[in-house]
């Protein structure tokens, strides 16, 4: 399985963008789509998360700011990030997990898309 990513760039302080991640290959069911971020020198920190049923998990520092949403029918996950700040400066990963049409668990990570904010 295969992960795209897109949307990612350079945007001022308080500005917004929006990420998109599509799932390719031999897919069967996707239970839990994600955005994870890193800054060089530090650990990846997970943003975001949503379940298939649409259940949200938020970072704290994002709440309020970001949301992430999910198409289905599409095997695409989106992240709306609005207010952004300096600190949302990093590379954003999108990961996706669930099962391929044989019926194998996978877990794969796109191949990570810069924001950059600047103040």
């Known amino acids: 399985v295969q992960l795209q990513a897109s949307g990612g760039g350079l945007v001022q302080a308080g500005g917004s963008l929006r990420l998109s991640c599509a799932a390719s290959?031999?897919?069967?069911?996707?239970?839990?789509m994600g955005w994870y971020r890193q800054v060089p020198g530090n650990e990846r920190e997970l943003v975001a998360t949503?379940?298939?049923?649409?259940?949200?998990n938020y970072v704290d520092s994002v709440k309020g700011r970001f949301t992430i949403s999910r198409d289905n029918a599409q095997n695409t996950v989106y992240l709306q990030m609005n207010s952004l700040k300096s600190e949302d400066t990093a590379v954003y990963y999108c990961?996706?997990?669930?099962?391929?049409?044989?019926?194998?668990?996978?877990?794969?990570w796109g191949q990570g898309t810069q924001v950059t904010v600047s103040s």
């Open positions: 990961n996706v997990d669930g099962r391929t049409g044989r019926g194998f668990r996978f877990n794969s």
């Open positions: 290959g031999t897919i069967f069911t996707i239970t839990g």
């Open positions: 949503i379940t298939s049923d649409g259940a949200t």
